[in-house]
């Protein structure tokens, strides 16, 4: 594993900071604010937010957004060296992305309990099994992580309510 130098929880929180405003792009889009930053050598290379919706694309997930830029801005699918600094803890798709792109560190904002894949459900990033192991800090900036998550879909669920109550005053009945 290539070792990086010493980061401090500075620089941490300045990077998942950058992740947070890329989340903002996907609540900007009415997707789930999810976004990602990935750096090397002290520098952003590569920025993603979801885009599942808007690119009508399963794979269009913040991660693998910004691991398709990192490659083309760097010349080399292995992003060894890199730091991926990631809002919400990834799912088994993205997870496995950034083991294959051999990622060195991931820093998750956070967690995922229902569908994460690098402590919550399953740690594919942290696997002995694999030929590579990526180093995990987790927790940078959750309350801020989780509120933005939180706070989408608590609006998202206000929504739906209100649209079902329109729908009950007008007399439509669309599970007919």
């Given amino acids: 594993m290539i070792s990086l130098p010493p980061v401090s929880a500075e620089t941490d929180e300045k990077f998942m900071r950058e992740a947070l405003r890329q989340a903002g792009k996907a ?3 009415q997707e789930v604010p999810i976004g ?4 090397c050598g002290g520098q952003i290379v590569a920025r993603g937010y979801n885009r599942r919706n808007t690119d009508k694309n399963t794979t269009a997930h913040a991660e693998i957004n910004a691991i398709r830029r990192a490659g083309k801005k760097l010349g080399d699918w292995r992003l060894e060296g890199c730091t991926i ?4 803890e ?13 990622i060195t560190r991931a820093v998750i904002g956070s967690m995922n309990p229902k569908a994460g894949c690098a402590g919550s459900v399953l740690n594919l990033l942290e696997m002995e099994q694999f030929n590579h192991q ?3 800090t987790r927790g940078v900036l959750e309350k801020e992580c989780s509120e933005m998550l939180s706070g989408f879909f608590r609006e998202l669920r206000e929504i739906k309510k209100n649209q079902k109550t329109v729908d009950a005053d007008s007399g439509v009945n669309y599970n007919s």
Avoid: D, H
């Fill in 27 to 29: 609540r900007a889009l």
């Fill in 134 to 136: 990526v180093s995990v």
């Fill in 85 to 88: 600094y990631i809002t919400l």
């Fill in 90 to 102: 990834p799912c088994q798709m993205c997870a496995g992305a950034i083991v294959q792109s051999r």
């Fill in 36 to 39: 990602c930053v990935i750096v």
